[in-house]
């Protein structure tokens, strides 16, 4: 089944609904500052709303401009940020910044291809700020955006595969308002913001991202609202469940590890793990991939050779694998060696692992090696 509208009739119907129905009193609709429309469309990529909107209004009141922004440091910029989530949006936006004032000397460049090759900006990001700012007349397809072309016109398929999106791309671009009605002019039946015309081209944008937004949401889109019940594919055919298709399910692969419990009497050797990676920054249990390598860490860590026995083995799974564990436990006979006791390793008493940060699996094994032995 097709949609039931033809190209030339969605982007007047979309504008009209947007100027009745949609969003107008939005922090960051107020201006056609780059900058502020650029610092929004950051902070709303896979963030709600209302959920940005006090960040937005921070991060205006402490950097009001990109040359402010540019010049923080990068442990204040992250500080602000803090509770966003998706943090290399905000490293980015922090280079971005930097990048702006050092090659345009703090304005933004208006076209979309060279918008679009500033850190953290997309190219989907970079036609929203193109039309909010400058009128420029291009397609945006972000993830609503997907969501609401999937139904409209019955697209299969997952959005984020090439062949997919590619379509959409192109779909997206043959829906625009035509270039006469995304001119600058402001003709009788176009709103007024502050005095200032909203073209087509930025009702146009917004509505989709409007439309995506409070009514063709994720579960349970209100049809009976929509502009586009009559012609929607989706909605005529009952499968706004179905579209946009899920993400094809992944056979999750399977990652194995083994965890040395090295223990001298009633402590265990923790290490902390670095930075970054998974479990960053906790306290864990000291690793090798294979036997041999294990028993190497045990002897340099005990100052003499040891028997390992194995323990029963666990498994945790994340979002993107599933990791097994093989744990040996290692034990000493004399006291620890002093050399292993520094910044990054820690000689602790089982009863009081409960103080350091462990990965749960790690906690897990602890836990039930306490009071077991010895
Ligand atoms: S009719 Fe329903 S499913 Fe279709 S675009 Fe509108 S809200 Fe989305």
Same mark, same amino acid.
């Not at 402010?68 to 922090?94: E, K």
């Not at 249990?285 to 050779?305: H, M, N, T």
């Given at each position: ?106 304005a933004f460049p208006q076209t979309v291809e060279q ?20 009128g420029v007349r291009s397609p945006i397809l972000d ?85 586009f019940a009559h012609a929607c594919v989706a909605n ?51 690793? !090798?991939?294979? %036997? =041999?390598?294990?028993? /190497?860490? *045990?002897?340099?860590?005990?100052? $003499?050779? @040891?028997? &390992? ?20 436990? !290692?034990?000493? %006979? =004399?006291?620890?060696? /002093?050399? *292993?006791?520094?910044?990054?390793? $820690?000689? @602790?008493? &089982? ?24």
């Amino acid at each position: 089944m097709e949609a039931n509208i033809e190209p030339d009739d969605f982007a007047p119907r979309l504008i009209a609904w947007q100027r009745t129905h949609g969003r107008h009193e939005l922090p960051w609709q107020r201006s056609r500052d780059p900058y502020r429309v650029w610092l929004s469309e950051i902070m709303l990529q896979q963030t709600q709303v209302s959920t940005v909107i006090p960040y937005y209004l921070k991060f205006l009141a402490r950097f009001p401009h990109v040359h402010a922004l540019a010049a923080a440091a990068a442990d204040d910029v992250m500080a602000l940020w803090s509770g966003l989530g998706y943090y290399t949006r905000a490293r980015n936006l922090h280079r971005c910044a930097q990048v702006v004032v050092q090659q345009y000397g703090g304005a933004f460049p208006q076209t979309v291809e060279q918008l679009a090759a500033l850190p953290g900006i997309g190219r989907s990001t970079a036609a929203a700020i193109a039309a909010f700012s400058f009128g420029v007349r291009s397609p945006i397809l972000d993830g609503n955006v997907k969501r609401v072309l999937a139904r409209i016109f019955g697209i299969d398929g997952f959005p984020g595969d090439k062949r997919v999106e590619t379509a959409m791309w192109a779909l997206a671009e043959s829906l625009l308002p035509a270039a006469d009605d995304a001119s600058n002019d402001a003709s009788d039946d176009v709103r007024q913001r502050e005095g200032a015309p909203v073209e087509p081209i930025v009702a146009y944008t917004q509505g989709l991202m409007d439309l995506g937004a409070t009514l063709c949401v994720r579960s349970r889109p209100d049809c009976g609202r929509c502009p586009f019940a009559h012609a929607c594919v989706a909605n005529l055919t009952g499968r706004q469940r179905e579209l946009p298709a899920a993400r094809p399910r992944k056979a999750v692969p399977t990652r194995r590890t083994m965890m040395l419990v090295l223990r001298s009497a009633d402590q265990v050797l923790l290490e902390k793990r670095p930075p970054l990676g998974i479990w960053g920054g906790l306290w864990s249990l000291p690793e !090798a991939p294979d %036997v =041999d390598g294990l028993a /190497a860490r *045990a002897a340099q860590l005990s100052g $003499a050779p @040891v028997v &390992l026995a194995p323990l029963a083995p666990l498994a945790h799974t994340f979002t993107h694998f599933r990791l097994e564990i093989e744990p040996r436990l !290692a034990q000493l %006979v =004399d006291e620890p060696r /002093a050399a *292993a006791r520094d910044a990054h390793t $820690a000689w @602790v008493r &089982l009863d009081a692992i409960g103080d350091y940060g462990l990965p749960a699996p790690v906690r897990k094994l602890l836990d039930a090696l306490d009071g077991t032995l010895l």
